[in-house]
């Protein structure tokens, strides 16, 4: 049986850590950073109710590296000054960790997000959910291959700019 | 007519801006639209496809309950148990061939007929359970779309559609039978009009995108029905070239890949808007919720014979393009939000682009000006009784 160590979660949290934070700070660059440069890394948003009715058209399906590097530029290049500003504020928390390869891990986390749009200073709830978090380790480092953000909301309040 | 405190400008190309804020305007809107005399887009039949199949959504705070019954037939009911008024189902989809409302176990057939309501022994003298079914507004189905008004002074759905009827049909694939691929949903703060009051002007000028990533819109026809204003576009939309500005240019080509694919776009009066891009159905069902919010549900449909990958295709494009979140509609949310913010000073809002007397009522206008929207305004005044100041 494979089985983790302190070590292996001591280094799942600072992953997922650093994915908040990015975001957090409207870093993209540093959140790209967080996944794999595999061609199939993928970062996926939907809500609950479209994934327990098996639709899966979703508010962000980055399947692919490529869509990954383009959100990137959807943030910094497309949308920069036409969006009110927000600041967004990420705390998850790990409720599963397996290892499933030498180098490779399954996790989800229960997330919440808050939201404080620039123009009114108030702090609100934007949306709760799970990530399911598939992990590798790249160079000594471990990466995001993919992530499915689950929002419990069945719908979602205003747009969004930044991943969740 | 009354004014109810609100001076309506004389030119036609102007609009009081706190049509957008005032709850006394919200609160004569849900009486005199939304309860009154109009037709709702709120769903189409390919959303239910099976025998059993429900979906629930309101109509502004009037909960509907949209079920295929049994018999393959789409009926719309009240979502509400006809014993005391409970609503009766909570979910916003599922198949089932009973509604139990838990309050004193009544049931209801998918065709809404009442099944069982126990304990009926003790019952008024002559209760007849036949007497007692899910009520019903009116609905009609055009084209496989599911239109429901609260009023029975509307009038025929075909006549309130008008010239849009072939536009309409056109622009969720002329006929051909749809499948759902799915919804995204979100609630804006901001009034239900200043989503509709979008206009044709902006695109090229909000939406960078479209410039960075060389899409240019098709120079096509654009009419406005002369009663209520609907709008109504057309055109050949030219899929653009791979420019190397998207590393996965995917999210901008057509699902067979076509140079080209036919645009017909419809926003009806009052809230609807059918907009295909790149050959995929996307109907906006919009669900006023006060003043200053509004829910809509973006619903994204291809066709029932798409071959799987062009059914995975179309799935990837409109989940990232389209939406709250999408490539080229998030600063429409925004902007939404900045007029209901804005609307809250005085003055009026005003149309400049393709206006060409401004106190005449436009007849005609063009794929890339606002002008044409003062039809929707002029039978919006008319219907909540606003007088207009004289010229």
Redesign the interface.
């Known amino acids: 049986m494979i089985t983790l160590d302190s070590a292996d979660l001591l280094a799942l949290d600072r992953l997922s850590a650093a994915c908040s934070d990015a975001i957090d700070r409207r870093d993209m660059k540093a959140w790209l950073a967080t996944y794999s440069t595999r061609p199939e890394a993928s970062y996926i948003c939907n809500t609950r109710e479209s994934v327990e009715s098996g639709r899966d058209v979703a508010f962000v399906l980055d399947d692919c590296r490529a869509r990954l590097e383009d959100r990137v530029t959807f943030v910094e290049k497309v949308w920069a000054g036409s969006f009110q500003k927000y600041q967004s504020r990420h705390i998850a928390q790990r409720i599963t960790a397996h290892r499933t390869g030498e180098d490779t891990f399954a996790t989800t986390s229960n997330f919440a997000v808050f939201f404080t749009p620039e123009e009114t200073g108030l702090t609100t709830l934007f949306g709760t959910g799970v990530y399911e978090d598939v992990v590798v380790r790249e160079a000594g480092s471990l990466r995001l291959l993919s992530r499915r953000a689950i929002l419990d909301s069945t719908l979602i309040s205003r747009y969004f700019v930044y991943p969740i | 007519m009354l004014n109810h405190g609100l001076n309506w400008p004389a030119n036609y190309n102007a609009v009081p801006k706190e049509v957008f804020v005032r709850e006394d305007v919200y609160a004569l809107e849900l009486e005199r639209i939304f309860r009154g005399p109009e037709w709702h887009l709120l769903g189409h039949e390919s959303e239910i496809p099976e025998p059993g199949d429900f979906k629930t959504i309101d109509l502004a705070d009037v909960p509907l309950l949209f079920s295929r019954g049994s018999d393959g037939v789409v009926r719309v009911f009240y979502n509400s148990c006809s014993h005391r008024g409970t609503q009766l189902e909570t979910a916003?989809?599922g198949n089932a061939s009973r509604f139990q409302c838990p309050y004193h176990r009544w049931v209801f057939g998918n065709r809404g007929e009442l099944i069982g309501c126990p304990q009926h022994e003790g019952f008024t003298p002559g209760f007849r359970r036949e007497d007692y079914p899910l009520a019903q507004p009116r609905f009609e189905l055009f084209g496989g779309l599911i239109f429901v008004s609260l009023s029975a002074d509307a009038p025929a759905l075909e006549a309130f559609l008008g010239d849009a009827r072939q536009h309409l049909l056109e622009s969720i694939g002329g006929g051909r039978p749809l499948q759902?691929?799915?919804?995204?949903?979100?609630?804006?703060?901001c009034n239900w009009k200043a989503i509709i009051d979008n206009d044709g002007y902006h695109p090229a000028l909000?939406h960078?995108?479209l410039r960075?990533i060389g899409w240019a819109g098709g120079k096509g026809e654009f009419g406005i029905d002369p009663v209520r204003g609907h709008r109504l576009a057309s055109s050949e939309i030219g899929a653009p070239q791979n420019n190397g500005?998207?590393?996965?240019p995917s999210?901008v080509t057509t699902p067979g890949g076509e140079a080209a694919v036919r645009f017909s776009g419809v926003t009806l009066f009052p809230a609807c808007t059918s907009a295909p891009h790149f050959g995929t159905t996307n109907l906006r069902f919009y669900i006023p919720r006060g003043v200053d919010r509004t829910?809509v549900?973006f619903a994204?449909f291809g066709f029932a014979d798409d071959p799987p990958e062009v059914r995975?295709h179309r799935?990837?494009q409109?989940?990232?393009l389209l939406?709250?979140?999408g490539?080229i509609s998030?600063?429409d949310?925004?902007?939404f939000?900045?007029v209901q913010?804005g609307s809250h000073t005085p003055g009026n809002a005003t149309f400049q682009k393709g206006v060409r007397d401004p106190i005449a009522l436009p007849t005609e206008s063009a794929q890339n000006e606002e002008g044409g929207n003062a039809v929707f305004w002029e039978y919006y005044r008319k219907v909540l009784g606003f007088g207009r100041s004289r010229a």
């Open positions: 916003p989809s759902l691929l799915g919804y995204q949903k979100a609630r804006y703060d909000l960078v995108a960075m500005f998207l590393a996965d999210l829910d549900h994204y995975q799935t990837r409109v989940s990232n939406g709250p979140g490539l998030l600063e949310a925004a902007m939000h900045r913010i």
